[in-house]
């Protein structure tokens, strides 16, 4: 079975703090993408990256940065943190074989910045 | 006009009931399409791909109809364990090489007993 981690269910943070967001997951897939998630809005996303040390821009990207020098490892950096990003942060991976591939979803980290 | 748009419902529908979602999608070059189920304050999940063909899992049937663009899901015998919201994915290939993947926003559906 796929397994995607992530480091935290819950975070709470304040205003201006620089927040980690860690994801892991364990089946050599290549790609690596984190979402937020929002009431109405549905899923948009941040970042993904296709390799290691590689990053593209989501839809939504101001205000995040991303981190892949590993490739089961996806970090998703709030550089100070403000009270719009509360939010449902959901990271997801998939493969590269013949494109189209499932996305396997962590379990979330839900982020309230005060 | 949105990429991928479903209705949000909620539909309410008796045990034992047939329901069925439309997605439509935007991009005549969407690819793949995928339906995911999300329960209550958890992550999505994969439920069934959808293929050109159409394709069936247990009580759930997907059909894919590109000459309109849109998918639709079918449960059939709804259970109670059914309720959830039902994502509407489409995948498409942009420019840089890898695929993106556009999430509707999901159609909520409660089975009442």
């Known amino acids: 079975d796929v397994k995607v981690t992530q480091s935290s269910r819950y975070l709470v943070k304040r205003t201006g703090e620089k927040v980690f967001l860690e994801c892991v997951q364990d089946?050599?897939?290549?790609?690596m993408f984190w979402y937020r998630q929002d009431p109405g809005l549905g899923l948009r996303l941040i970042y993904f990256?296709?390799?290691?040390?590689?990053?593209e821009k989501g839809d939504i990207p101001e205000g995040y940065s991303v981190s892949r020098e590993k490739k089961e490892r996806f970090s998703l950096i709030l550089e100070s943190a403000s009270t719009n990003q509360t939010s449902m942060y959901l990271c997801a991976s998939s493969s590269n074989t013949g494109g189209g591939e499932t996305q396997y979803f962590g379990p979330g980290t839900r982020l309230l910045v005060l | 006009r949105k990429e991928v748009e479903q209705d949000p419902g909620p539909f309410n529908v008796p045990e034992g009931a047939t329901v069925a979602f439309n997605c439509t999608y935007s991009?005549?070059?969407?690819?793949?399409f995928f339906w995911y189920r999300q329960d209550c304050r958890k992550e999505p999940k994969l439920l069934m791909s959808v293929y050109s063909s159409g394709n069936e899992d247990g009580r759930f049937t997907a059909q894919l109809n590109r000459a309109s663009q849109y998918i639709s899901l079918l449960i059939r015998d709804s259970k109670l364990s059914d309720s959830a919201t039902y994502l509407c994915?489409?995948?498409?290939?942009?420019?840089?090489?890898?695929?993106?993947?556009?999430f509707g926003t999901g159609t909520r559906l409660k089975v009442l007993a």
């Open positions: 990256s296709y390799d290691v040390k590689m990053k």
């Open positions: 994915v489409v995948n498409l290939l942009p420019t840089s090489g890898t695929y993106k993947y556009i």
């Open positions: 991009n005549s070059a969407s690819q793949s």
């Open positions: 089946m050599d897939h290549e790609n």
